[in-house]
């Protein structure tokens, strides 16, 4: 015996999530060749089918690209410091894939360690997560090569299961998904089938001797060649959190602000003195490797890539952390 | 904090003294020397310098900055009373205790006298809990000394050496202290000692050519310290800017050991 | 406390030292009056005027922006104004395409002797604007109508019969140390081959999409030595334009030219010219596409037949998913500079975070920057990962400098820039 609702339902419940004082998350047709997480305005909106994985994660909704941290008034020589005392709205994500969920308990670990981050901690806490277990995998995805699975149910609130006839299994794994969809589905005798899994494509474990053991190999020069440098790959990462601090002037408000960052840039660890210790782009993507597959597991436990294929899919040089990791497997 | 005083050091550094606004925060404040803060200017941003005062002056803080970008550039205009952000302390700090009992050298070029000076205090100020003393500082020319004063006033210390020197061509007609590239003075100045620590902080190239002599002399890896430098934005290991290999610069540093540092990969 | 306030409208002027300042001071010591509203920003000539300081103005409140300059032919620098009206007949029309409201953009020749002038225009001005109301369209969401879709094709790469050919012919290349680097495709995206037995991995299928040019700029492939690279015709005309601005050698690279039946982009269904036409050597067959170019639905157009506040809505919308990943600048083979203006940060002048203002001023900077130089290789849309219709600004970018001044980018290696260069005969209608 399960819980069931039909996409009817669903639709309904977050329209009524929609009409509430919340924000409401996921995936939405951009234009006929691009789905992306998006906030929704209607129920409508909201993709349900036809697509793998949006070309954007939901770490926006814990980790927004531009987050004011305070505001500053400066008047001659004294200056108030202004913090954003505003309740958050809360947010549902509706429709993550399981490697976005994934992705929330991973980054709870370095937001957390030792100070706790707290504009990222009520932002997690604001938030539920409605993941729709995956049906089909493309070429880009390998959440098995990093311990998940197309029904995993880490960083999930809920899940749901396409039943194939507009209908959904909702399993709701925590009191927050539960509050949710008490009372909104029907009982029934049907259980989703098990999906079929991507092929294990690496092994993690070989990727992090490489990159320790071997790096200054060629490898990195050969193979990091065709990056050019821009921050798609670290931007459509649900786990990558780079990220920079800045005063925003007169014009954009006096704030001091958040906001995205990408290894990949050359200026990122540019010194005043002019020295950059990674100065060439095969010692940058290097760095996103040995961060996500060394330093991270090594501190915090967790592999920093939830397998979601983002950054191949997107790059438009055909690299990311897939393309590199099958070619360092592959030996 | 509240700017006390400014002191220009050479035609691009000074030198800034802060106090706390709040009574409260003042008294609760404490640091270990070796630590760094972020100070900022509002509107302009933050950077991220040693604090190189003593941790054990209360009433005030005191960084350094070079004049080179736009948060510099800022903060070059500052003057008494006016406002600067700080937060901190950040990093690891010299292991000050674990030190006690040795002589200690102190090697420096150029900027990096600021995250020497601070320790050289600390330990003049606990003078009997440490050992011999020495300094050996250099700059590129007279004028590019930091601190130069205070390098008198510790030499006025029992048991502490201090030699200045400018590269060859840097000196001046009344120039006398040495001439010629730390590392080189160094040897001739101390060709012995005994079990020391050893803190050397500069560009890279200096400790490259410092660490042979000092092996040279029988002072192990385990005894050299450095302090590390490397772009950092939020000081607590969450933005992934600083890291030299596994290593946060800003949690797991910027104090190294050379034995720590050589076990490093090279990224930085 | 009076209940109904008169709107004051802000309006920022920005004019030039030598004319129009002076005018405007011959007004004042002549009692001439004139509105209040017009807060004046002296620069030493229109010429200096960057065209982000335009929309800058709006960002901070101003109401219209007004821009005024010595007559042509009295440039206190000679040229300065010629620069700046060839620059802002193009310019305008970026600002119309993306929704800007052009009547609160005013631009006028306004010399020293002719206060009267500036009193009259400053006057006429702010009525207008008083009229207008408060600019609070700008940047603002709200519907839009969908442009037609952009034809991308998807599926399987099907290998094309030149592949053998341009593998081998690589190799030798390599062997014989013509080159010591060869640019290419490979199965999954650029692959940069150096040894004569790596030319295995070069593939030529229907898929092969970026343009490889873009890699040429990269101090890590410009240190592996003489280069070649393969290029679909429409990649070539990127070297048209490398040259003619000393980017590139022409003699200095090996160009291999792969005639193409298309890679299945969007500019693939409107491209009539798929031979390559300056190449060393060249591979391949060419296949015209399927339907005419005329047969395409003119984005361009369905875009400017919208109203300016929708056209600014699309936009807004737009730009709202830009992430500032920088890759439309990455992958473009004319953004070479060592040091993009949007990471100076001395003054700031663009937010290299994503927020409303600083994508916008990105994405007009980018646009504006490429002016008579992008040669519509499509590459930033492609690589665009929020589905952005970058290629827009650009092509009506190109429509303007064709249009207005006859300018065709990558046409001809030593002609003149678009924008660095003038003509005494450049003609407008919108200067007063």
């Known amino acids: ?331 | 904090m509240e700017v006390i005083s400014v002191r220009q050091q050479t035609a691009d550094v000074k030198s800034v003294s802060l106090r706390f606004l709040d009574a409260e925060r003042a008294k609760n404040f404490s640091f270990n020397v070796g630590q760094f803060g972020i100070f900022s200017v509002f509107g302009f941003g933050e950077s991220t310098f040693n604090i190189c005062s003593s941790s054990n002056w209360k009433d005030r803080i005191e960084f350094c900055f070079r004049r080179v970008g736009r948060v510099t550039e800022a903060m070059w205009k500052i003057e008494e009373h006016d406002i600067v952000g700080f937060r901190g302390p950040y990093g690891n700090g010299y292991p000050m205790d674990a030190w006690k009992g040795h002589d200690l050298i102190f090697l420096g070029g150029g900027i990096a006298m600021p995250p020497i000076r601070c320790a050289v205090w600390y330990a003049l100020e606990n003078r009997a809990d440490y050992g011999e003393i020495t300094v050996v500082y250099g700059a590129r020319t007279v004028a590019d000394l930091v601190y130069a004063d205070e390098l008198d006033r510790w030499a006025e210390f029992d048991r502490v050496r201090v030699v200045r020197c400018v590269d060859p061509g840097g000196q001046t007609a009344d120039w006398k202290g040495e001439v010629g590239f730390v590392p080189n003075v160094f040897e001739k100045a101390c060709g012995k000692c005994n079990d020391p620590i050893v803190l050397v902080i500069g560009p890279p190239i200096m400790i490259k050519n410092t660490l042979p002599i000092l092996d040279r002399m029988g002072v192990g890896a385990a005894s050299v310290y450095t302090s590390i430098e490397n772009r950092m934005k939020c000081g607590v290991g969450k933005c992934g800017r600083c890291n030299v290999g596994p290593l946060y610069v800003c949690k797991e540093g910027p104090v190294l050991t050379m034995e720590q540092l050589q076990a490093l990969p090279a990224d930085y | 406390m009076s209940e109904t306030s008169v709107f004051e409208p802000k309006i920022v002027a920005y004019v030039c030292n030598w004319c129009t300042y002076l005018g405007a001071d011959l007004a004042g010591t002549t009692r001439l009056e004139y509105p209040p509203n017009v807060r004046i920003i002296r620069l030493p000539c229109t010429g200096r005027i960057d065209f982000n300081l335009l929309v800058k103005g709006f960002e901070i409140g101003a109401d219209a922006v007004l821009v005024s300059g010595c007559h042509p032919g009295d440039c206190h620098y000679t040229a300065g104004n010629y620069h700046a009206r060839r620059r802002w007949i193009l310019f305008r029309e970026l600002l119309d395409t993306l929704g800007f409201d052009l009547r609160r953009i005013h631009f006028t020749w306004i010399s020293a002797a002719e206060g009267k002038k500036w009193q009259q225009m400053v006057t006429e001005i702010t009525e207008e604007t008083r009229k207008l109301g408060p600019y609070t369209d700008l940047y603002a969401n709200g519907p839009a109508p969908a442009l037609p879709a952009l034809d991308c094709a998807s599926g399987e790469a099907r290998t094309l019969d030149a592949e053998p050919e341009l593998r081998e012919y690589s190799r030798n290349l390599l062997a014989e140390g013509t080159v010591k680097v060869v640019v290419g495709y490979g199965a999954h995206g650029p692959v940069i081959v150096t040894r004569p037995e790596d030319a295995e991995r070069l593939v030529w299928n229907n898929r092969c999409r970026p343009n490889l040019t873009a890699y040429l700029k990269r101090k890590e492939i410009k240190a592996l030595g003489k280069p070649a690279v393969v290029v679909k015709p429409c990649d070539e005309k990127s070297l048209v334009v490398l040259e003619r601005e000393s980017q590139i050698d022409r003699n200095e690279i090996h160009v291999i030219g792969m005639a193409c039946e298309g890679v299945g982009e969007p500019k693939c269904a409107s491209c009539e010219d798929r031979t390559p036409r300056d190449a060393d050597k060249s591979f391949g067959a060419a296949v015209a596409s399927a339907t005419p170019a005329s047969a395409q639905p003119n984005r361009l157009a369905a875009l400017m037949a919208m109203t300016s506040r929708e056209r600014m809505a699309f936009w807004s919308a737009q730009f709202e998913r830009c992430v500032k990943c920088f890759a439309c600048r990455q992958v473009c083979p004319m953004c070479y500079c060592e040091r993009c203006i949007v990471d100076k940060s001395r003054p700031i002048t663009i937010d290299p975070a994503s927020s409303t203002k600083g994508n916008f001023a990105w994405q007009i900077a980018r646009a504006f920057h490429l002016a008579g130089r992008c040669v519509g290789c499509g590459e930033c849309s492609r690589a665009c990962p929020a589905g952005i219709d970058l290629g827009l600004l650009n092509i009506a970018l190109h429509k303007a400098g064709s249009e207005h001044f006859g300018y065709e980018p990558g046409a001809d290696a030593l002609g003149k820039p678009l924008i660095g260069a003038f003509s005494l005969q450049d003609q407008e209608d919108f200067i007063h």
């Open chain 1, 1 to 331: 015996m399960s819980e069931i609702i039909s996409q009817a339902a669903l639709r309904a419940l977050a329209a009524e999530w929609i009409s509430s004082a919340r924000q409401v998350f996921g995936p939405t047709a951009i234009n006929p060749h691009t789905v992306a997480y998006s906030p929704l305005n209607s129920a409508d909106a909201l993709l349900l089918e036809g697509f793998v994985h949006p070309a954007n994660s939901i770490k926006e909704v814990v980790f927004p690209r531009h987050e004011v941290l305070y505001g500053y008034r400066i008047e001659g020589n004294s200056v108030e410091l202004l913090d954003d005392h505003a309740p958050l709205p809360e947010q549902i994500v509706i429709a993550a894939r399981p490697c976005d969920a994934a992705a929330l308990p991973i980054l709870d670990r370095v937001f957390n360690w030792d100070f706790a981050d707290e504009f990222y901690n009520r932002r997690r806490a604001a938030t539920t997560v409605i993941t729709l277990a995956c049906n089909t995998a493309d070429e880009s995805c390998f959440c098995t090569s990093v311990g998940l699975g197309p029904d995993s149910e880490r960083g999930s609130d809920v899940l749901l299961f396409d039943l194939g006839d507009q209908f959904y299994e909702v399993r709701c794994l925590t009191e927050k998904g539960h509050a949710l969809f008490r009372g909104k589905t029907e009982t029934a005798d049907r259980t989703a089938m098990a999906v079929s899994a991507p092929p294990k494509k690496f092994d993690p474990q070989v990727i992090r001797s490489f990159v320790i053991e071997h790096f200054e190999d060629a490898f990195w020069k050969d193979h990091a060649l065709a990056c050019v440098g821009c921050g798609i790959c670290a931007y459509t990462c649900p786990t990558c959190h780079c990220f920079d601090i800045v005063d925003a002037g007169p014009s954009a408000g006096n704030a001091r602000v958040r906001t995205w960052d990408s290894c990949q840039f050359p200026i990122f660890t540019a010194h005043a003195s002019g020295h950059n210790p990674r100065a060439s782009q095969s010692s940058r993507q290097r760095q996103r490797i040995l961060h996500k597959f060394a330093i991270y597991p090594d501190k915090f436990g967790e592999i920093l890539c939830t397998g979601c294929g983002n950054c191949t899919r997107n790059c438009p040089e055909g690299l990311g952390v897939l393309s590199l990791a099958m070619e360092i497997d592959r030996g």
